[in-house]
Every structure is written in C-alpha cells, then in structure tokens.
C-alpha cells in the first residue's frame, strides 16, 4: 500500500491538487509564510495560492517561484488554476 498525503491548504483546506494549485516557492517565500522551512513529511505545509499571499501580504510574482518542473507551464501535462498562471506569467 503507497502512503497516501495531505494535500490541503493549512489555512484554508483547498485540496491543492483538485484546484490545480501544486507549485513550488523559493525558499525566502516560504520563510515569509511560515517563519521556517521543514523538510519534515511531505504535505506538513501546504498553502494554496491565496493564502500564501495573505500571509506574505501581497500577491506573488514570476520572480517568487522556483524553477522546479511543476512550475513549467511548457509541461503538456502540467494543468494549473487561473490565479495560479496569472502569476507564474505575471500576466496583468
């Protein structure tokens, strides 16, 4: 049996999977939201987008992702919810 885990907002409870927000942040990001970085078991700290914003106080940008593959949106397989493109693109 494959372990199974958490893919909800830690805030808000959006499954971030079904909503198409799966996304990676440089780390300085992600210290801004939780004040630390864990490397712990994957699904620990888990935000949508919206609510990584409201902890950060503003809205994120291109500059603030990583170049990780689940941020490639050239991926034919990589699907993601409009806010999340918006800001991948910084399309106005």
Not at 8 to 31: H, Q, S
Not at 46 to 56: A, H, T, Y
């Amino acid at each position: 049996m494959s372990p199974t885990y958490n893919t909800r907002c830690a805030d808000c409870g959006l499954d971030t999977i079904k909503a198409r927000e799966w996304y990676m942040v440089e780390d300085a990001i992600w210290e801004q939201a939780w004040g630390h970085i864990s490397r712990g078991t994957p699904g620990e700290q888990i935000l949508c987008v919206g609510c990584l914003e409201r902890r950060i106080g503003r809205e994120l940008t291109s500059a603030d992702f990583t170049d990780a593959s689940v941020n490639d949106l050239d991926r034919d397989d990589n699907f993601v919810s409009d806010r999340l493109f918006f800001r991948l693109t910084d399309w106005c």
